[in-house]
Nanobody
Framework: QVQLVESGGGLVQAGGSLRLSCAASGRTFSSYAMGWFRQAPGKEREFVAVIKWSGGSIYYADSVKGRFTISGDNAKNTVYLQMNSLKPEDTAVYYC??????????????????WGQGTQVTVSS
């Protein structure tokens, strides 16, 4: 059974920073890619950032480019999201996700197989 556990969320003022962490576990855990999605109240879950382990390709949503940085360690099954220059519109529950196999675009939530429980990020103005 695969488990993804996020940490690092919280309340921060606009312009501040937070670092989210995600640790994956499971007897046979392996992944093709790991990423972050977020969901604000009343909105659909949206893509934030993803890292593909093979080749190290990284993709970001346009709304976070230049402010957020995804990184991770495939051998340790961990992924991080450094969030700088936070804005009130970044307020959401942030979810870590793992895609175990190749195929399908890595920016779509339905392409991911395992999900964490989410961590709340609140940015005050």
């Amino acid at each position: 059974q695969v488990q993804l556990v996020e940490s690092g969320g919280g309340l921060v003022q606009a312009g501040g920073s937070l670092r989210l962490s995600c640790a994956a576990s499971g007897r046979t855990f392996s992944s093709y890619a790991m990423g972050w999605f977020r969901q604000a109240p009343g909105k659909e879950r949206e893509f934030v950032a993803v890292i593909k382990w093979s080749g190290g390709s990284i993709y970001y949503a346009d709304s976070v480019k230049g402010r957020f940085t995804i990184s991770g360690d495939n051998a340790k099954n961990t992924v991080y999201l450094q969030m700088n220059s936070l804005k009130p519109e970044d307020t959401a529950v942030y979810y870590c996700a793992a895609k175990h196999f190749a195929g399908d675009t890595v920016t779509l939530s339905h392409a991911f197989d395992s999900w964490g429980q989410g961590t709340q990020v609140t940015v005050s103005s």
